[in-house]
């Protein structure tokens, strides 16, 4: 993210495998670096036009320019001045951008990536970095500078650290438990963890109850999976509390102006 050659980097992987936290973790490195970034979520979106009025949004709100002054441009051509006029080198990270790109409305990938690749002409000074579940390989033969990055699985090793840092009191047998539930899934052992700390005094028996749930992948990718009802309802209500603290990292300590 750095280096010139590289203009834009999409990070994929499966469903729960630390996508976002990588992303993040990568925002806070660069801002240590101290250059600028932007960090947007296009969970939800469904269009272009969406994602060009969260980018306008944002950059209406840091002041770029007086508004009265593009009172009678398209939101295309406001959102082309603006990246024309980037006084400082900035990444912008979308994350969830698979969300967009497989939103099934047609012509809604091209448009997106057209609308990267405008911006990209448009400025020197930006470089992209997205996350997404699918690869986005075929972009090399679009984008110049373009990287892709697979993050996989944890390892059995890595998963029983992971487990142990979150759970330093419970026994080797409950850590084994919570790998047999989670697998390999960083998400999922962060998720499971947090409940067990919620109610220490019951883990072994939650872990048994929950101990032969089906596959924690498909259940992370599709929120009315599984039937049972009891782990739906950890993973939601664990997931919320998680996701509202990843907003607040996002909006407080990973957003800074480029202007």
Known sequence: ???????????????????????????????????????????????????TSKFLSLFRQ?????????????ADDELSLIFERLSDHCVIILDNAGDLLECGVPNVKDEVFNL???????????NFLLTTRESLSYLN?????????????????????????????VSNSDLKKVYQICGQVPLAIKLLCSSISEDFTQSSQYLESMEYTENIVEMLDNP????????????????????????????????????
């Not at 050659?5 to 729960?16: F, K, N, T, Y």
């Not at 990267?116 to 930006?126: F, G, M, P, T």
């Open 141 to 169: 033969l679009h984008f110049h500078g373009h990287k892709s990055v697979r993050i996989r699985e944890l390892d059995k090793f890595s998963c029983q650290t992971l487990a142990r840092k979150l759970l330093p009191r």
């Open 224 to 259: 009315y999976y599984p039937s049972n009802s009891r782990l739906k309802s950890l993973f939601e209500s664990s997931f919320q509390r998680l996701t509202k603290h990843v907003a607040d990292v996002n909006v407080s300590e990973t957003i800074r102006s480029p202007f």
């Open 116 to 126: 990267i690749a405008e911006i990209l002409n448009r400025s020197d000074k930006v």
């Open 62 to 74: 840091a002041g770029t320019f007086e508004t009265g002054k593009l009172q009678d441009l398209s």
């Open 1 to 51: 993210m750095t280096s010139e050659s590289a203009r834009l980097v999409s990070v994929w992987g499966s469903p729960g495998f630390g996508k976002t936290s990588v992303a993040i973790a990568v925002g806070h490195l660069l801002q240590a670096c101290e250059l600028p970034v932007v960090f947007l979520s296009l969970r939800g979106l469904k269009s272009k036009s969406d994602l």
